[in-house]
């Protein structure tokens, strides 16, 4: 069949569904983006390209299908390392386009020339550069089948003289195949060691979440056995929120009730999860990690299993096939050993922590430190982030999608929500970007049109996607909802000051004359500043109202300065003085 390259690759975009593009129009993709409105395909021309890619992140996240990432090649493709590292570690499979420099010019040191290929190998699963016009179909379904595969970020870069070539080829085959569900022998072992367990856990991670069925084969398992789940470090949507065996998220600021009963666990199932460090880190200053537990670990991916932890079982499978398989080998008394006591402990213990965490409203302070103490002093009439916190739980709607960005008063909101169903949080992930909040929810509410979505940020992370305000007020964009927790800091590098830096406040500080709501003001849209836990609450219940009727809404949610507990006591020490430094020491550089 005779046809340009631009319509053999979005002919393979049509086979595969991917209907939505993110990023900046520029000279080297407008062959096919000229063509995108007939092809049913919408271009989301955003701000930033950074931003484009967590919008296209959110995308896929919060409805599963595969979405694009294209602009200019070279500054335009390098604006998108920080989004498409960030979907990597999010486990998400979307397609980064890069337009390359013409084919005939490559190594001469052309306008925007960058070597592209190399520039992203340590963010995408797999990654491919078209040799050949003809190639262009074939290529490109191959990547976008390896990203599906691998769940993660799949790169095509194509030579920009490539474009317009007229070729006759037949567009390529989509080749799926049927998930592994794990070996016979270690599903098997695995049903033993949770037959015969005293207190079994399972710990759901992402991988329940991208698997079809995997948290409702889980919730099965857990039934069967009366086993708590926890879920991974921002993986809160991984297990029903209102089910009575729901023990919340592990690792930093997560729920003291799954920390107190993982630690009793004597079996583990780790499903869908690669248990990175960070969701195993101790909280509350309790080492809650079972070390002599027995641990099955199961993973899509065989090169994750027992990468962190020591591993009794492994077993490289989709989650819910695995659990499914589990469930249908459990010996007929599996869970019966202490059954009773153990759903008794679950309901206390998660009653326990429930009011403990109503009746948490200010931050400590480390011994040795008053921060957090000077904090309330100063403004003594303000929020603290967990009154904030409280307030928003107050209106948030059940079935809303949320966004986290990354930082203190992010981090501290990590106990607090929970889901019904799954895809519903979007957290920043383990790559951890600033700016994550506003854009991955922005393309949350494209996917999902009909469900409320309220994206959280810090001020200092907030101020690196603020300019997506001057896209998104457009027609075309749907209306969303955005907190911005202001306290004038970057709070989490100014906690590890108070600890280990003698308060010495290098780069912390914002501006306290900029108002993010003037900002949203001045963009078109609606800006909220709320000052009481009362104001917010209701701020955010309009908020919610306003959205639909395409309003979109940045709420101002004012704050003292009280600080969480840092992220990295793991990774921080005090620093010793040796040789010393001064000022004098500086030399007057010669011109």
């Not at 981090?411 to 790559?431: E, Q, T």
Request: glycine letters at 10%; aromatic letters at 8%; proline letters at 5%.
């Amino acid at each position: 069949m005779k046809m340009t390259t631009e319509e053999a690759f979005v002919k393979t975009l049509q086979m595969h569904g991917i209907d939505n593009a993110f990023g900046i129009i520029g000279s080297a993709m407008m062959p096919i983006s000229d063509i995108f409105p007939d092809a049913g395909i919408k271009f989301w021309d955003c701000a930033h390209e950074t931003s484009g890619g967590m919008m296209a992140d959110g995308y896929t996240r919060a409805t599963g299908k595969m979405s694009m990432m294209i602009a200019q090649n070279g500054p335009g493709i390098t604006n998108f390392v920080t989004a498409v590292k960030t979907a990597y570690w999010n486990h998400t499979p979307v397609l980064l386009v890069t337009p390359q420099a013409a084919n005939k010019t490559i190594g001469q040191g052309g306008f925007q020339e960058m070597e592209q290929m190399n520039l992203f190998a340590d963010c995408v699963a797999y990654q491919e550069e078209v040799r050949d016009p003809s190639r262009i179909a074939e290529t490109l379904n191959r990547v976008i089948m390896q990203a599906k595969r691998a769940s993660a970020p799949a790169q095509i870069n194509i030579p920009r003289d490539f474009w317009t070539q007229v070729i006759d080829i037949d567009l390529p085959v989509i080749v799926d195949f049927e998930l592994p569900q794990g070996g016979d022998v270690a599903v098997q072992n695995a049903a033993d060691l949770l037959s015969s367990a005293k207190f079994p856990v399972i710990l759901n991670g992402a991988g329940a979440i991208l698997s079809k069925g995997g948290i409702e084969a889980s919730r099965i398992l857990a039934e069967a056995l009366d086993a708590p789940v926890c879920v991974g470090y921002q993986h809160n949507d991984a297990f029903p929120g209102n089910h009575p065996l729901y023990a919340g998220p592990l690792g930093y600021n997560g729920s003291k009730a799954g920390m107190e009963l993982i630690a009793k666990a004597d079996v583990v199932l780790c499903l869908g999860t690669r248990l990175n460090p960070f969701s195993t880190l101790p909280g509350y200053g309790i080492d809650y990690w079972p070390t002599d537990a027995k641990i099955i670990q199961v993973d899509i991916n065989p090169d994750r299993i027992g990468l962190t932890k020591k591993v009794t079982v492994g077993i490289v499978g989709d989650a819910a096939k695995v659990a499914s398989s589990i469930s249908a080998k459990l010996a007929d008394d599996a869970g019966d050993a202490g059954r009773a006591e153990r759903k008794n402990l679950i309901s206390t213990t998660k009653s326990a922590w429930a009011q403990e965490l109503t009746s948490m409203t200010e931050e400590q302070d480390d011994p040795g430190t008053d921060w957090n103490v000077r904090a309330r002093a100063a403004k003594p009439d303000w929020m603290s982030p967990r009154m904030a916190w409280r307030a928003i739980q107050a209106s948030l709607p059940v079935e809303a999608i949320i966004s986290s960005d990354i930082g203190n008063n992010c981090a501290i909101g990590n106990a607090y929500p929970s889901f019904n169903d799954s895809r519903k949080y979007l957290a920043p992930g383990l790559f951890g970007p600033c700016g994550y909040g506003l854009p991955s929810i922005v393309g949350a509410k494209i996917g999902q049109p009909n469900v409320p979505v309220v994206g959280f940020a810090g001020d200092g992370a907030f101020g690196i996607s603020v300019n997506e305000l001057t896209a998104i007020g457009r027609g075309d964009w749907p209306a969303i909802t955005q907190i911005v927790f202001r306290n004038y800091q970057w709070g989490a590098e100014k906690r590890n000051s108070t600890l280990w830096f003698d308060d010495n406040f290098v780069g912390t500080e914002l501006d306290e004359g900029v108002s993010y709501a003037g900002i949203a003001n001045a963009c078109g849209l609606k800006g909220v500043i709320a000052r009481t836990q009362d104001e917010l609450t209701a701020a955010l219940a309009q908020a919610i109202e306003d959205q639909k009727n395409g309003i979109t809404t940045l709420i101002e949610a004012m704050i003292n300065q009280e600080l969480g507990d840092p992220f990295r006591r793991d990774a921080m020490k005090k620093p010793v003085e040796v040789a010393g430094i001064s000022a004098d020491d500086m030399q007057q550089q010669q011109v």
